[in-house]
Nanobody, 114 residues
Framework: QLVESGGGWVQPGGSLRLACETS????????MGWYRQAPGKRRELVAT??????NYADAVNDRFTISRDGAENTVYLQMNSLKPEDTALYFC???????????WGQGTQVTVSS
């Protein structure tokens, strides 16, 4: 089970930190990721974390940081210098490296506007 939190409204240039609390998975082995879906658009990759290796979409590189807390079984997405185009429903994802099965959270809304 994946449960996201931390979304909300913020002005352009502001920051938010999303959290995804996990249960029922081997957190240390799974590839964790954040995806987003804006109205009328397809779901897109934001960032992934596999072990210590990170991967970011070009649109968020140098502004967003994905990290995990193994003790809390939680993955975070620190979002800085937010732009209106970052407005979307953000989803947490966990991928089983052995079966490629994917697990999704319910999403948390991020709105960036003045």
């Amino acid at each position: 089970q994946l449960v996201e939190s931390g979304g909300g409204w913020v002005q352009p240039g502001g920051s938010l930190r999303l959290a995804c609390e996990t249960s029922g998975i081997i957190f240390s082995l799974f590839t964790m990721g954040w995806y987003r879906q804006a109205p009328g658009k397809r779901r897109e990759l934001v960032a992934t974390l596999s072990g210590t290796k990170t991967n970011y979409a070009d649109a968020v590189n140098d502004r967003f940081t994905i990290s995990r807390d193994g003790a809390e079984n939680t993955v975070y997405l620190q979002m800085n210098s937010l732009k209106p185009e970052d407005t979307a429903l953000y989803f947490c994802n966990a991928e089983d490296p052995f079966t490629s099965r994917n697990f999704w959270g319910q999403g948390t809304q991020v709105t960036v506007s003045s």
